[in-house]
C-alpha cells in the first residue's frame, strides 16, 4: 500500500493495482451457448506455456500470446448488442473505469494457516493468571446426554485464510490509463502479486462529506464567577 495526498493536502490510504491489459479470448451469446459473457485473459510481460489444446484455443482468438489467467465475465442483458466485443478486442482500464467510480475488488485472502479459536472465531479465551488451567482452550464442544453428539456449525479450530472475499464500494482515486494502474482507496484482499478481479460496485453508495460548521451559530461565553462569601 501506499499513499496519495489530493490538492487539500488529505492523505488517503491507497493500493495500486496492475489492470491489465485484458484481451477477449471468447465472446459467448444467447443464441450459441445460452448465456451472454466474455473471457477476458490477463496479459502480462512473459506468456504463458501451455498445451496444444489451449494453445489453439488463443490461436483461435487471434493469435493472441496465452495468458496465465482466464477469467470469464458476465455481459449484461442488452450490452452485447449495444457495444459487441469479439475475440482479440483489447479491454482497458481507461475505458472501463474514471477517477471517483465505486468499484468492488474479489480475491483471495491471504493464507493463515492452522488457527486456534481465539483467532480464529474471536473466542475470548480464560483468564490469563497463573494456575488458571484454561488459557486459550476451546472448552465445551455439547451436552453429554442429550443430544449426544456435536451440533453440525460447532465453531473450532481449523485452517484459516484462502477464502473468496469481495470488499465493497472501494473508491478510485485514480485512473493511470498509460500504464494500465488503479489507484483504489484502501486496501484490497490478498497479498501483493495475487490476481484480482475488479467490477463495477453493485450497491454503489454514497461518499459521505463533512460539513463545515458555519461560523454565526457558534457562540464564546465565559461562565460568571461565583461571588465569596463573606466572613459573618
Not at 481465539?118 to 494456575?131: D, E, S, Y
Request: with cysteine; aromatic share 4%; proline share 6%.
Amino acid at each position: 500500500m501506499t499513499q496519495v495526498f489530493s490538492p487539500d493536502g488529505t492523505v488517503s490510504p491507497a493500493t495500486l493495482v496492475k489492470a491489465g491489459p485484458c484481451v477477449v479470448l471468447q465472446a459467448k451469446g444467447a443464441q450459441t451457448d445460452g448465456y451472454e459473457a466474455v473471457q477476458l485473459g490477463f496479459v502480462e510481460e512473459k506468456p504463458a506455456k501451455v498445451n496444444k489444446a489451449l494453445g489453439g484455443h488463443y490461436k483461435k482468438a487471434g493469435n493472441v500470446p496465452p495468458t496465465r489467467v482466464r477469467r470469464e465475465i458476465k455481459v449484461a442483458p442488452g450490452a452485447a448488442d449495444e457495444a459487441p466485443l469479439k475475440a482479440g478486442d483489447q479491454i482497458l482500464v481507461g475505458g472501463v473505469f474514471h477517477d471517483g467510480d465505486r468499484i468492488d475488488v474479489i480475491g483471495i485472502s491471504r493464507g493463515k494457516g492452522f488457527q486456534g479459536v481465539m483467532k480464529r472465531h474471536n473466542f475470548a479465551g480464560g483468564a490469563a493468571t497463573h494456575g488458571s488451567m484454561f488459557h486459550r482452550a476451546p472448552g465445551s464442544i455439547g451436552a453429554s446426554s442429550f443430544p449426544s453428539r456435536v451440533v453440525k456449525g460447532m465453531r473450532a479450530a481449523g485452517r484459516m485464510g484462502g477464502d473468496q472475499v469481495t470488499v465493497r464500494n472501494l473508491k478510485v482515486v485514480t485512473v493511470d490509463g498509460d500504464n494500465n494502474v488503479l489507484i483504489i482507496r484502501g486496501a484490497v484482499p490478498g497479498a501483493p502479486g495475487t490476481y484480482l478481479i475488479v467490477r463495477k460496485a453493485i450497491a454503489a453508495k454514497k461518499e459521505v462529506v463533512a460539513q463545515a460548521e458555519k461560523a454565526g451559530k457558534v457562540t464564546v461565553a465565559k461562565k460568571p464567577a461565583a461571588a465569596k462569601k463573606g466572613k459573618k
